[in-house]
């Protein structure tokens, strides 16, 4: 109804998209700066929570880009656009795997 309708008005989907980034990486980021600033010592945690964040979002773009089918018109763009998805992906995977990792040594 309304909302898909408001999307849809001419630059309401990229101050939407600007909000829930900013509703995502605002939050930790403060509590970084608090945490240097009140107990230095836990700054790593803090950093791994934005870390985190900051991974989930391009995540989260690249599944939209993928469930959307968002593509090149052109079978030679499509070719170049499918291995840059690749590379992200697996870049995604590894950062994953070092917060895990990094989290993993931070609790034991």
């Given at each position: 109804?309304?909302?898909?309708?408001?999307?849809?008005?001419r630059g309401t989907s990229e101050v939407?998209?600007?909000?829930?980034?900013?509703?995502?990486?605002?939050?930790?980021?403060?509590?970084?700066?608090?945490?240097?600033?009140?107990?230095?010592?836990?700054?790593?945690?803090?950093?791994?929570?934005?870390?985190?964040?900051?991974?989930?979002?391009?995540?989260?773009?690249?599944?939209?880009?993928?469930?959307?089918?968002?593509?090149?018109r052109e079978a030679r763009d499509k070719?170049?656009?499918?291995?840059?998805?690749?590379?992200?992906?697996?870049?995604i995977v590894l950062l994953f795997a070092?917060?895990?990792?990094?989290?993993?040594?931070?609790?034991?």
């Amino acid at each position: 109804g309304f909302a898909a309708v408001l999307a849809f008005n001419r630059g309401t989907s990229e101050v939407i998209a600007g909000v829930a980034i900013a509703a995502a990486i605002i939050p930790p980021t403060v509590v970084t700066g608090l945490v240097l600033v009140l107990e230095p010592v836990s700054l790593i945690s803090s950093a791994l929570l934005v870390a985190g964040q900051i991974v989930g979002l391009i995540a989260g773009a690249l599944v939209a880009v993928t469930l959307l089918k968002v593509e090149p018109r052109e079978a030679r763009d499509k070719a170049v656009a499918k291995r840059y998805l690749i590379r992200s992906v697996v870049l995604i995977v590894l950062l994953f795997a070092l917060l895990l990792w990094l989290t993993w040594l931070m609790w034991r």
